[in-house]
């Protein structure tokens, strides 16, 4: 058995899958017979071309031709005779294995794209890595994850998934996963409760302590993961898993039910969505609003920027399905552990404390008119709000809200519609706009607590960082005392205060917010009825 971080519920039984790591390391081996040295490259060639052919097919009928395009270049560089073509010349001249030769020429190839002016010639380095680690995968005879073969009741386990490997698990194959690193707030847990998919984190050796096809539980309720179980053990879970299933249907009861704490104050509780169609998931799990829009994750997984007029669609989407409910989105959060493929940034020391969010955007003001634009076209389709996040000074706000005016200007003139009147408001996550709060309240609309930053600001433990979860602790007194004098702050100057941090959904924060005086509580979408629960028994 082994414990690890509980960070989404629910429970699994299912078979390992080992994720190889992103890096594979290349042992040189010197070979005598180069004739069948060739032939092994050659299967490993051809595998990948059949492996890339079914999940180009695959991309096309889910996300349209021009996403699965990525594809296309990779099976360009299989194809090419020059390149398979150098690699043979590599194992003769050199006679070494074909790991060692593939690897010399694509290091080559990746070389001579990363120096080349053009930004789209750049960009097929990339490719060349991405094809050559798929083809030293099927020299070792490895799995990779993305594998059609994937079979039903998959757990996949990886040292650490990106949010956007996770996003793109597929769900009618994967019922968990399991991760060597990674906290309860990093974004591979976040999206995995929004996936509603159970997952256990931070297991330090998991990727070592299991091989593939073995049998596997994971609670991900007390971040507990049992290797080839005995068959007691598995009746046991089984039962478990039931009981968690049926608690969850009673649950649905309160989908329609208005949440009001005991001292009559009626509280919203809402979902935090990372797609437009996330918010369905809300909407079933009876949400009353949408209290973050992470609108990151619409720039992630592409070659290229969204335009306006992408993002205009995705917003008008998320506000017309909520009817008029409150949807709050949030500006571009980019950096820290979330990346954008196409938007190189130089490495930093402290990418969490770095040039991230509401930094950059106010830097790179092309970027953010384009979401700003598209963000207010979508306003005048339904009830939305827009978030600033990462805010630590007055001056951040009014300037962000300076550019928002320009926009507005433009669209005036445009002739385009949008809601002049639209709340905007900051998330306050860095501990000194807590601080702040008393003037901040002033002028914006609405505060929304975010407190997977906050907590990790305040008491300096890096909420990626599994060793220190134990410093990680939203009850921390310190913590406790910024949240309060946040919505105290709120409610002096008449506005509102939420959480849409994880706390918001922490069944053993829930009262002492409730205390407090919070006015929106927002989670991941699969938490929702628990806390209506327990906010109405406080
Ligand atoms: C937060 O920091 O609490 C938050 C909600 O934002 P994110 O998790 O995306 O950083
Ligand atoms: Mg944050």
Known sequence: ???????????????????????????????????????????????????????????????????????????????????????????????????????????????????MEDEYMRERGADVKDVSKRILANLAGKVSADSEEMAANTIVIAHDLTPSDTAQLDKSKVIAFLTNIGGRTSHSAIMARTLEIPAVVGLNDITTSVKNGDTVIVDGNEGIVIINPDENTIKEYEVKKEGYEKEKEELKKLINVKTVTKAGKRVEVAGNIGKPQDVHQVIENGGDAIGLFRTEFLYMDRDDMPTEEEQFESYKYAVEKMEGRPVVIRTLDIGGDKKLPYLPLPEEMNPFLGYRAIRLCLDKKDIFKIQLRALLRASAFGNLKIMFPMISSLGEFLQAKEILSECMEELKKEGKAFNGELETGIMVEIPAAAVCADELAKYVDFFSIGTNDLIQYTLAADRMNEKISYPYNPMHPAVLKLIKMTIEAAHKEGKWCGMCGEMAGDEKAISTLVEYGLDEFSMSASSILKAKQLIMEN
């Open 1 to 115: 058995m082994k414990k690890g971080i509980a960070a989404s519920k629910g429970y699994a039984i299912g078979k390992a899958l080992i994720k190889e790591d992103s890096e594979v390391k290349i042992e040189e081996r010197k070979i005598e017979d180069i004739k069948s040295e060739k032939e092994r490259f050659k299967k490993a060639l051809d595998l990948s071309r059949e492996q890339l052919t079914k999940i180009k097919e695959k991309a096309e009928k889910e996300m349209g031709a021009d996403k699965a395009a990525v594809f296309e270049s990779h099976m360009m560089l299989l194809d090419d005779p020059e390149f398979a073509g150098a690699v043979g010349m590599e194992i003769e001249n050199n006679m070494v294995n074909a790991e060692k030769a593939l690897n010399d020429v694509a290091t080559m190839y990746a070389g001579i794209f990363a120096a």
